[in-house]
Antibody
Framework: QVQLKETGPGLVQPTQTLSITCTVSGFSLTSYYMQWVRQTPGKGLEWMGFIRSGGSTEYNSEFKSRLSISRDTSKNQVFLKMNSLKTEDTGVYYC????????WGQGVMVTVSS | DIQMTQSPASLSASLEEIVTITCQASQDIGNWLSWYQQKPGKSPQLLIYGATSLADGVPSRFSGSRSGTQYSLKISRLQVEDIGIYYCLQAYSAPYTFGAGTKLELK
C-alpha cells in the first residue's frame, strides 16, 4: 500500500529555514520521481520541484536558490528545505509520487509568522 | 517555461449535466498532462494521467482528451460528489506547471 506523509514544524519565523520530511512506504524512492507542491491561502497549486529516481533535482525558478530537495533512500524519506522564509510562504506543503503525481501525502500546514 | 491556461475559472452546472474543462499548453507537451480534483481541506486526487488514461478507482464518467496542445477533462454526467476545484498539470519538462484551477459548483 502506497503511503506518503509529510511532517514539519507548523510555525516558522520569517527569515528562518523550513524543513519538511516526506516519509513514504509501499515503494522505493529509487523507482519514482518525488515532487513537492505547495498551496498558499486562497491560491492554487504551485509546483516547487522534484527529485528524480536517480537522485538529480529540478526546481521552480520562482524559489531561486532558497529551495533544496534531497532524500535518504535507506529511511524512505524525502526532504524539502527552504531558507529565507517570508510570510507569503505560509501554506500547505505536499509531497507527491511520480512524474504524474499519482499519489499525494495529506499535506502539512506551515505558518510563517513572528 | 511552459504556460498552462485553464478555463473556465469557475463553472456552475446542474446534476447530470455534461461538464468540460480545458487547458491550453503554450507549447507541445505530448501526453504529459494530468488532471486532479481537490476538495476543501483535502489533498488533490489524480483523475487522468497521460492526457487520456483514467486513474485507478476514478468513475468512468470522467474522461480526458487531447487536440494538439489543448487538453480537456469531461464529466459526462455531473454528480454531487464531483463538486470541487480541478487542476491540470504539465509534466513534460521542468519547471512543471499547474493550471490556475476551475471551481466547479452546483447550479
Amino acid at each position: 500500500q502506497v503511503q506518503l506523509k509529510e511532517t514539519g514544524p507548523g510555525l516558522v519565523q520569517p527569515t528562518q529555514t523550513l524543513s519538511i520530511t516526506c516519509t513514504v512506504s509501499g515503494f522505493s524512492l529509487t523507482s519514482y520521481y518525488m515532487q513537492w507542491v505547495r498551496q498558499t491561502p486562497g491560491k492554487g497549486l504551485e509546483w516547487m520541484g522534484f527529485i528524480r529516481s536517480g537522485g538529480s533535482t529540478e526546481y521552480n525558478s520562482e524559489f531561486k536558490s532558497r529551495l533544496s530537495i534531497s532524500r535518504d533512500t535507506s529511511k524512505n524519506q524525502v526532504f524539502l528545505k527552504m531558507n529565507s522564509l517570508k510570510t507569503e510562504d505560509t501554506g500547505v506543503y505536499y509531497c507527491a509520487r511520480g512524474r504524474s503525481a499519482h499519489y499525494w501525502g495529506q499535506g502539512v500546514m506551515v505558518t510563517v509568522s513572528s | 517555461d511552459i504556460q498552462m491556461t485553464q478555463s473556465p475559472a469557475s463553472l456552475s452546472a446542474s446534476l447530470e449535466e455534461i461538464v468540460t474543462i480545458t487547458c491550453q499548453a503554450s507549447q507541445d507537451i505530448g501526453n504529459w498532462l494530468s488532471w486532479y480534483q481537490q476538495k476543501p481541506g483535502k489533498s488533490p486526487q489524480l483523475l487522468i494521467y497521460g492526457a487520456t488514461s483514467l486513474a485507478d478507482g476514478v468513475p468512468s464518467r470522467f474522461s480526458g482528451s487531447r487536440s494538439g496542445t489543448q487538453y480537456s477533462l469531461k464529466i459526462s454526467r455531473l454528480q454531487v460528489e464531483d463538486i470541487g476545484i480541478y487542476y491540470c498539470l504539465q509534466a513534460y519538462s521542468a519547471p512543471y506547471t499547474f493550471g490556475a484551477g476551475t471551481k466547479l459548483e452546483l447550479k
